[in-house]
T-cell receptor, first 113, second 108 residues
Framework: QQQVKQSPQSLIVQKGGISIINCAYE??????FPWYQQFPGKGPALLIA?????SEKKEGRFTISFNKSAKQFSLHIMDSQPGDSATYFCAASKGEYGNKLVFGAGTILRVKS | NAGVTQTPKFQVLKTGQSMTLQCAQDMNHEYMSWYRQDPGMGLRLIHY???????DQGEVPNGYNVSRSTTEDFPLRLLSAAPSQTSVYFCASGRRGVFGQGTRLTVV
């Protein structure tokens, strides 16, 4: 079964808009929640990550919101740009950082100019 | 400083053939892992290693072998390729997951 459920599968946003991708997890032992960005033909690249002791983390235009009680976390991309068009994966793991990451199915984001 | 280097980038195999996907990192990371990426399924962990001489299975290990004789290298072996192993394979290094560029494998 899929331990991390990601939605939506695809997303189209206008330039300058806010892109929101959601993930839900089942395993309460997970304690590290990263987001990866992947461009066609490339490997995933770590974008931003959060631990469950904080509810929000912001890096530039990218923000993770984390709701421990609901077992959900989301990625917000503010002022979305065409260069943000990529596939985004949420992931989760327990223990030390990125050990044995469990990935969501991915969201294909297209930002229209 | 190359990061994570995977070879080959593309490979076509016939059913039953064996091959080794190579992965090398130059960041002195103890932790390395192999994932496969299939449409609509994200990335799934095949095998991982927490240091030279130590490996363990991930979510989808069947049909794959690994070994870790040095810190730098973590090869993935397909023993007898099957069409179900057609996928894109990624090697990752380090706790935060520095990924290679991938190997696109087709088994016919």
């Amino acid at each position: 079964q899929q331990q991390v459920k990601q939605s939506p599968q695809s997303l189209i946003v206008q330039k300058g808009g806010i892109s929101i991708i959601n993930c839900a997890y089942e395993n309460t032992a997970f304690d590290y929640f990263p987001w990866y960005q992947q461009f066609p033909g490339k490997g995933p690249a770590l974008l931003i990550a959060i631990r469950p002791d904080v509810s929000e983390k912001k890096e530039g235009r990218f923000t993770i919101s984390f709701n421990k009680s609901a077992k959900q976390f989301s990625l917000h991309i503010m002022d979305s740009q065409p260069g943000d068009s990529a596939t985004y994966f949420c992931a989760a793991s327990k223990g030390e950082y990125g050990n044995k990451l469990v990935f969501g199915a991915g969201t294909i984001l297209r930002v229209k100019s | 400083n190359a990061g994570v280097t995977q070879t080959p980038k593309f490979q076509v195999l016939k059913t039953g053939q064996s091959m080794t996907l190579q992965c090398a990192q130059d960041m002195n990371h103890e932790y390395m892992s192999w994932y496969r990426q299939d449409p609509g399924m994200g990335l799934r962990l095949i095998h991982y290693s927490v240091g030279a001489g130590i490996t363990d299975q991930g979510e989808v290990p069947n049909g794959y072998n690994v070994s870790r004789s040095t810190t730098e290298d973590f090869p993935l072996r397909l023993l007898s390729a099957a069409p179900s192993q057609t996928s894109v394979y990624f090697c990752a290094s380090g706790r935060r997951g520095v990924f290679g560029q991938g190997t696109r494998l087709t088994v016919v």
